[in-house]
């Protein structure tokens, strides 16, 4: 079938005047970010502790640094990614054998949540709400020999944007991740009863940082 060109015009038409604004509201920036990283949940009692590993979740406090971007479609609705990595020490420990050196462990994370943004006015400042999945690896010394466990992790945050000058704003918030955390005994210990680490993890993540972009 062939169209007119009258008909071809009667199609494009709508789309470019749909399409126009809907460009026009996209807007996306990105930046550094620097924040601390601290888990508040619980390790249940284990039959077995390798002096390596954290006593506790919140051993594996520390500073984190990554970036972050967002995407708005339109004045309420976007989505970020974020990524962060938090070092930390876990001190030396008395043994009968004696003293264990302290071991370094690494937390990398990586999330996707979508937004919703609450101010009136975007082009000066947002605040929003944020929800959506992650994931969270344990690597570094402490967990090198447990195949640096992966877990999917839920998330809930809020944060803000403030304008700056031109096109830079700065940025802060706070995300939560929830998860459960299960690390199996190693072979030469799977006769003793349970896991190595295993508990129910709320990993509070605070952030700020600077972002460029937008409109």
Known sequence: MVMSGRSVLMVVAPVVVVAAPLRAQLTFDAGPTLGYYRPTGHFEAASVHLTSLPLRPADLSGPAWGGEARLWLDRRIGVQLQAATASSTIGEVLTPGGVSPPTRARVLTVTVQGLWNLS???ERYRFW???????????????????????????LGVGAAAHVVSRLRVTGGVSALLYTFDLEMPPDLRSNPGSLQRGFQRDVQLHFGLSWGGP
Do not use: E
């Open 120 to 122: 009136p006015a975007p």
């Open 129 to 155: 709400l944020g929800a959506g999945t992650g994931l969270v690896r344990h690597g570094g010394d402490a967990y090198a020999d447990h195949g640096s466990p992966i877990d999917v992790a839920g998330v």
